[in-house]
Each structure stands twice: as C-alpha cells, then as structure tokens.
C-alpha cells in the first residue's frame, strides 16, 4: 500500500534557524505531493504543491520544497524561521491521479523559541 | 464569503450513542472528504465523495457512514459500533480541477 513517511515527528528550532523538514513516499508512478500546515487553532492550510515542472516549488510564507523522484522525497524547506512558523507540518500524496485520495504523513510538530 | 464550515466545534456524547457531524461547503466543489485526526497519526481518511449521491469508503470506515443528498452537504455519522470515536474530525472538498483539497475548522468529539 501507498504510504508517506515523515521521519521528524517534534523539532524544535531557536528563531532565524534553516529548517528541513523530511517527506518520504511509497509509489513508483505519477504523484502530486503536498506539503499543509496547521497553526495552532486554526484550519489545515496548503503551504505548497508539485504536480509537475520545475521540482523546486516555492510556497507561501517563504517555504519551499524539492520533489527528488529518485529519491521519492519531498523535503520542506525555510532558510530561517520564525515564532510564527510554530505548527503542525503535514505531507501529502495523491497517487496515481484516479481517485484524488490524499494519503498523509503523520506530520511534523515544529515549535519555533523566539 | 466561501468556505466550509463545520459544526459543532467541540461535541460531547455518551458510549452507545450515535452523533452526527455536520459538513456544509459554498465553493461548489464536488468531491467531499472525511478525515479522522489523531495524535501522532496524521490524518486518516474516513469516507469520500466525487459526487452528489455516490460516496466510497476510505481506509477507516468502520463504525461510520455519510450521506451526500446534497452538493453542498455531507453529514457524517459516528455510530455506537465505532470502537474509538474520540477525535478531531476533519471535512474537507476539493476543486474539479487540481488536487488540492480545502479542509474546515474541524469538530472534535469525545465520548465517554
């Protein structure tokens, strides 16, 4: 079966750190990866995604991903974060294009110290 | 203003007791989703739906069931039979065109 891993479960980073946050998946045809985020309270949001083109996707809030085939990772990236990035971190994918299932990861709880 | 809402936020029942949770979108979306939140588990899904009057179960359906009369609404029932019902349950919808899915405020349920 189709899975995605995520292999940081709890970070936690001093402002102005680089984060990356690892996203590895279980399919060798044709995906469309995501990356959500939910900040404290509120609602689950998209923060990025690739369906296809340049595998360097760049989203809101200064995030970016790497969709690395080869290596079937999807890795989130800031430069430098900060109090505000403090949230749960979710990877997604949907899997071969037929029934738009989103599979996620068991998500990443990122707690930025101002 | 669009959006899907979901009600109630917080949401008590006793063991035994069959609850509804309620789902309504104005993006005029087709395909509905359910997802069940747990800590350390990511999301789960429950049931889906691509169109009005048609839905499919997800990879946790048991002791659940939706309906979907219409395609701005799809209710789902928590039932007795749901060993582990306390959780954040989260609806989501999702565009014709991409893949990318809109979720809610969630509802979270206990039950003891």
């Known amino acids: 079966a189709q899975s995605v891993s995520q292999h940081n479960h709890h970070v936690i980073l001093s402002e102005a750190a680089s984060l990356e946050l690892g996203c590895n998946y279980s399919?060798?045809?044709?995906?469309?990866l995501f990356w959500y985020v939910q900040y404290p309270g509120q609602h689950l949001q998209l923060l990025l995604k690739?369906?296809?083109?340049?595998?360097l996707v760049k989203g809101i809030k200064g995030f970016e991903a790497e969709f690395i085939k080869s290596k079937f990772s999807f890795n989130l990236r800031k430069p430098s974060v900060q109090w505000s990035d403090t949230a749960e971190y979710f990877c997604?994918?949907?899997?071969?294009?037929?029934?738009?299932?989103?599979?996620f990861g068991t998500g990443t709880l990122l707690a930025v110290q101002p | 203003d669009g959006g899907i809402t979901q009600s109630p936020k917080y949401l008590f029942r006793k063991e035994g007791q069959n609850v509804t949770l309620s789902c309504e979108q104005n993006?005029?979306?087709?395909?509905m989703y359910w997802y069940r939140q747990d800590p350390g588990q990511g999301l789960r899904l429950i049931y889906y739906?691509?169109?009005?009057?048609?839905?499919q179960k997800g990879d946790i359906a048991e002791g659940y069931s939706v309906s979907r009369e219409k395609k701005e609404s799809f209710p789902l029932t928590v039932t007795s039979a749901q060993k582990n019902p306390t959780a954040f349950y989260l609806c989501?919808?999702?565009?014709?065109?991409?893949?990318?899915?809109?979720f809610g405020p969630g509802t979270r349920l206990t039950v003891t």
């Open positions: 690739y369906f296809s083109g340049d595998p």
């Open positions: 989501a919808s999702r565009r014709t065109e991409t893949y990318e899915q809109y």
């Open positions: 739906s691509q169109i009005v009057n048609d839905f």
């Open positions: 997604a994918v949907t899997v071969g294009g037929a029934t738009n299932k989103l599979i």
């Open positions: 399919y060798g045809g044709t995906v469309n």
């Open positions: 993006l005029n979306h087709d395909a």
